[in-house]
């Protein structure tokens, strides 16, 4: 890898998140080795120039059909309404539903004084009645005769135009009376019953009236807009003109020096107030220009002080002061009055537990996935289903990555179901990770341009814009799914090639003479992979560019990956593999995703919009109109399921994230501190797999995270009360970077061993020092993952790459997530992340410690499945993952098993990393040895026949005598520590 100097370059190797979290690939224009039985390429879907989008403007022009959609009934209108007022203005669509009557009260009257205290006025409250929505406005009795003379003035100016597309409405005004209204007269002066029943009377009779009420003075008088209406938007709330002042964004480099005294100008505005938002919009174009999301620091100020003007109001949050300038005194203490009492409700001004931003939502449809292969599937099933809007957001996103497996056509491939859904009108908005493409090969450029000349309701937004933010250590490291707002996918699963895997791990992906059978529930296979013989390199059957119909493989081209023998490159050409599948086994991809339905979902897609509308204002480039504004919608209609994921369950659900001012615009490490919370309360046992193992705090000098010191804690805890703990963790044999780990691996490999060595053995702030007084053996294991096969008649061995993110406690609560345990994901003030925690609020019989146990039956089959699978018990019955405390199970079933596959795989294969290589010297020799496999391979198969489960202990002593960290004359070495933690 090559192309920054000195320190920076060091800095952007590794920033991007490549040496922190993901195998993604060097630079994507190095040149690709081209390996032997290269799969012929299949045509892509990537338009002829990548370099500029096609789309510059949304399809424009709605069919009639498109057009009725909108209007809907008296249930309110749909919410694709948000993404096409433009259009519906342009076309003429009514604010007000057709054929819905509308009616008013007016209920109240209160006397109030100007600021001089001189004039004395009548205020009448108005209550408005449209469908099954309820709003309030008052009025004086001044602005009912000011609404008489504009509709008047629009009636002659018909009348004077007799033309005959006007022919109807002057039909309708022959009824309108002439008279203003009045309230002078003996009655009328005696009783203010009356003249509330005049106006009234008044007021209705207009209404009738299809002109008058469609009229924009009417609309105007009624606080009436293109979004009163939208269902799940959820109630009308208060509406009504205003000018707004330019300026005001609390983000770096958003305002000029001295912006709020010598730059702003004053605008005419439409404001907009619903139950967790306001937005302001141009009522002439239809657009909207800007949406400000309530969160814990909004505020409603008033007054000159606050405002620097007079009737002025000021509204905070996170991201941006905005000042509006209201026509009378009495109109700016209405509105702060009614904001606040509509924001009261909001779940959104609170800080949540573990001060997260959204509440636990009970009783929420969920379902955990092990692998990609049923998270895939699912969720190709649920964007099928989507109606208005796909959000996605991703570290890697691979448009050709195929959902559903084998392919024989392109049907399930990603990028041909977002064009699928754009085409039926569905809006898919994108946000990528923008890494920095001298130091890291995902490529979202590829991904962008790719996606987005495909359809004009595909929109892409890549994030950060590095020089202007400042950003050159972290990334976006998210990976969700949220369709329409009601459907989410949370975890640790990009979009992306190598992520598709099942239970079998397979280690091969040859093409075979005939349709290759599906893959049988958890069976664990450690003989050929599929069971099937591997075809010659020679007698590979060749697929036709544009034909898949007889393909057998589950990986194509750079899907099939070994990233640690050579990582991804030329991404442009999706169909070329990356790896020579005959000879180089792949790297099975072990990890974890949830699926939420309702308020949970809705939380995930705020978050999205959070940052989305956070992304468009912050860049330049995507203040175009051809980016939106994305509105969040109102719970008020989140349990209104059109569709949910098969299989799903009820348990209590918390959206979880990391998230800081250059990524959100605001701060937060929930998942953090839920890992903390759950760490310690719990009581049996906690079970983690992740893809890094980086904790236990050093008094602010290079490690702040404390999950490893609440493993600690609990531990000790457990000792000192005589009490059965355990705690299982399972983690990769290996970072996920190219290196060959026989000469040592590389400097970015041995920086992230040298972490997590730190955390678990090595040092006093590591796990296993701090319980030198306690047999740690009885408390903890540390275990990784691993797998053989044969491959064109060769016995193979790889590591199963383990990127979950995962942490179950006491079969009654998991953790499934975006976030690594270290520094870059938990903190906050790093990477962004996203999680959610689950815990069961229904009860099963189950066993823990040989007592009878109420498990939750969610966390209670999720922990079943992983045991199951890593201790072979799917496969060997005899095996009983009942009881996760047992002696029987933690010392035999788990660590003993784990202990016999590792020596099993050290005679057969010589692996690496291994416990005897305990310096470089060592490693060599070790390396050097002819291993089993290739002197004696019959009795290697026969040796190789013991190995149960996928459990192999991780190498504590791997290296133990040298120092892992980069030379300082090393672009790794000068880099910044937090890089790597």
Known sequence: ????????????????????????????????????????????????????RRFSHDNQNLSPDEIDGLMSSCDGRPFLVVHHLPEMKDE????????????????????????????????????????????????????FQELHRDLYKHKMMLHLLPLGRFAKERQQLRAMSEEMPSLQGNERTRRTSSKMKYLEDYLNGLLENSFCKNDHSMLE???????????????????????????????????????????????????????????????????????????PEFKVKVGRVHTDARYGVCFENFTRSLIIRCSSYRQTHWWSHEINRLAETSDFLKVQRFEGFAPPRENTLTKWYVNGRGYFADLADALEQAKEEIFITDWWLSPEVFLKRPATDNYWRLDEILKRKAEQGVKV??????????????????????????????????????????????????????????????????????????????????????T????????????????????????????????????????????Y???????????????????????????????????????????????????????????????????????????????????????????????LRSADRWSTGTNESSILNAYVHTIENSEHYIYIENQFFISCADDGKTIYNGIGDAIVNRILRAHREQKKFRVFVVVPLLPGFEGDIKSGGGNAIQAILHFTFRTMCRGEHSILSRLSEVKWTEYITLCSLR??????????????????????????????????????????????????????????????????????????ALRKECFSVLVGASSDHSVNVDDPISDEF???????????????????????????????????????????????????????????????????????????????????GMAPVGLWT
């Open 1 to 52: 890898m090559s192309g920054l100097c000195g320190p920076a370059r060091g800095i952007a190797v590794c920033a991007e998140s490549r040496l922190n979290y993901e195998p993604s690939g060097t630079r994507y224009n190095r040149a690709m080795d081209s390996p032997d039985g290269i799969e012929p390429a299949v045509q892509s879907s990537t338009a002829q120039n990548l370099a500029r």
């Open 92 to 143: 003429g669509v009514p604010f007000l539903m057709p054929g819905v009557p509308i009616t008013c009260r007016v209920t109240n009257t209160e006397k109030y004084t100007t600021r001089s205290k001189v004039h004395v006025s009548t205020l009448y409250t108005v209550q408005l009645t449209h469908g099954h929505f309820h709003w309030v406005v008052k009025r004086k009795y001044k602005r």
């Open 221 to 295: 008088f009624l606080s009436v807009g293109a979004l009163s209406f939208v269902t799940d938007l959820g109630s009308k709330g208060l509406e009504g003109p205003i000018f707004k002042r330019s300026g005001g964004h609390r983000i770096q480099g958003l305002n000029c020096f001295g912006h709020h005294q010598l730059c702003f100008r004053w605008s005419r505005r439409w404001l907009v107030v619903k139950d967790s938002f306001l937005m302001y919009m141009n009522r002439d174009n239809g657009k909207i220009n800007f949406v400000l999301l309530f969160d």
């Open 429 to 514: 908005c994108v946000l990528l990770y923008k890494e920095m493409e001298m130091a890291l090969g995902i490529n979202s450029q590829h991904s962008k341009s790719t996606l987005m000349n495909m359809h004009p309701n595909i929109k892409i937004m890549r994030h950060p814009d590095h020089v202007s933010s400042v950003v050159f250590m972290w990334a976006h490291h998210e990976k969700t799914v949220a369709i329409d707002q009601t459907v989410a996918f949370v975890g640790g699963i990009d979009l992306a090639f190598g992520r598709w895997d099942d239970s079998q791990y397979r280690l091969t992906d040859l093409a075979n003479s005939g």
């Open 516 to 559: 290759e059978e599906e893959p049988k529930g958890d069976a664990v296979d450690n003989g050929v992979s599929d069971g099937s013989t591997p075809a010659e390199p020679d007698k590979q059957v060749e697929q036709d560019l544009n034909d898949l119909t007889s393909n057998t493989k589950l990986w194509l081209g750079k899907d």
């Open 561 to 655: 990956n070994n990233f640690i023998k050579k990582d991804w490159v030329q991404l442009d050409r999706p169909f070329e593999d990356n790896v020579d599948r005959t000879q180089i086994p792949r790297m099975p991809w072990r990890d974890m995703s949830a699926a939420v339905h309702g308020k949970a979902a809705r939380d995930v897609a705020r978050h999205f919009i959070q940052r989305w509308n956070f992304t468009k204002i912050f860049k330049n480039k995507y203040k175009d109109v051809f980016y939106p504004y994305l509105l969040p919608k109102s719970n008020c209609t989140a349990d209104s399921l059109s569709f949910t994921v098969p299989g799903s369950s009820k348990a209590k659900v918390q959206v």
């Open 787 to 860: 797998k053989h096969g044969e491959l064109s008649q060769s016995l193979v061995t790889e590591l199963i790459y383990v990127h979950s993110k995962m942490l179950i406690a006491d079969d009654r609560c998991y953790i499934i997530g975006s976030a690594n345990i270290n520094d870059r994901s938990m903190l906050g003030n790093r990477d962004s992340e996203m999680a959610v925690f689950v815990e069961d609020e229904d009860r099963v019989s189950s066993l823990m410690g040989g007592q009878e146990y109420q498990a939750g039956p969610l966390a209670l």
């Open 890 to 972: 933690f010392f035999l079933s788990w660590n003993a098993s784990a202990k016999l596959n590792t020596t099993i795989y050290d005679k057969v294969f010589k692996c690496l990393p291994h416990n005897s290589a305990h310096n470089m010297r060592q490693l060599k020799e070790y390396a050097s040895e002819d291993p089993l496999c290739d002197t004696d391979p019959e009795q290697a198969r026969e040796e190789l026949k013991a190995v149960h489960g996928l459990l192999v202990h991780f190498p504590l002593k791997f290296l133990c005598e040298e120092n892992l960290m980069p030379p300082l004359n090393t672009k790794e």
